[in-house]
């Protein structure tokens, strides 16, 4: 069947350093994606979103870019931080109602 | 604002005995969902209402799920009879219908002994 899955399952970057973090999603009709950070004894949290008709969208230290040619969606943190250690999913909306797919996350850690 | 509330947030039982998972999600919040956390397989989605009404149940697992929104504030996942298979983190999340994110409660840990 269709599923979203990351390419890495760990990421280890130092602190300081730039971090990315890749998708792939295989449901073209997807629309809608949003990147989450979960911490560890928490539930995920929003980080980020794009929709199908952007390519690109920064925020603050993150920005997330979209190829809907490959399927392939990437997180990237700027200036990693101890704070950014967590597990990051990418989760996709298949337009079909308000429900979103989740992929299996990365793991990122920030070495000091 | 208070979050998504979800409890119990740990729970250890028996298998065969029955589990109640509850959740009140995020006022004015018209969308609810259900996941189910394991190492294996990630965050599944169980369920999905839409003004308490249920819209995807496509991903409860087996009969032994049920799922119930009597009203816009209240939740419930239940699992009869619960087996070790079934242990997970279980998280209730909500949302405005036409925004998409999902705001996440803490979970509730279930282990099945």
């Known amino acids: 069947g269709e599923s979203v899955g990351l390419h890495l399952p760990t990421l280890s970057v130092q602190e300081g350093d730039n971090s990315i973090i890749n998708c792939a999603y295989s449901?073209?009709?997807?629309?809608?994606f949003i990147w989450y950070k979960q911490e560890s004894g928490k539930g995920p949290q929003f980080i980020i979103d794009?929709?199908?008709?952007?390519d690109k969208r920064q925020g603050q230290r993150v920005t997330v870019l979209l190829n809907k040619t490959v399927k392939h969606l990437s997180l990237q943190i700027a200036a990693t931080q101890p704070g950014d250690s967590a597990v990051y999913f990418c989760a996709e909306n298949k337009n079909t109602g308000n429900q979103f797919y989740f992929g299996t996350g990365t793991s990122l850690t920030v070495i000091p | 604002d208070a979050g998504v509330i979800q409890s119990p947030r740990h729970e250890v039982t028996e298998m065969g005995q029955e589990v109640t998972l509850r959740c009140k999600p995020i006022?004015?919040?018209?969308?609810l969902f259900w996941y189910r956390q394991t190492m294996m397989r990630g965050l599944e989605l169980l369920i999905y209402f839409n003004n308490n009404v249920p819209i995807d149940d496509s991903g409860m697992p087996e009969d032994r799920f049920s799922a119930k929104m009597p009203n816009a504030s209240f939740s419930t996942l239940k699992i009869q009879p619960s087996e070790p298979r079934d242990s997970a983190v279980y998280f209730c999340?909500?949302?405005?219908?036409?925004?998409?994110?999902?705001?996440f409660g803490e979970g509730s840990r279930l282990t099945v002994l």
């Open positions: 794009i929709r199908s008709n952007m």
């Open positions: 449901n073209s009709a997807s629309d809608y």
């Open positions: 999340a909500s949302s405005r219908t036409n925004t998409g994110e999902l705001f």
């Open positions: 006022s004015g919040h018209n969308s």
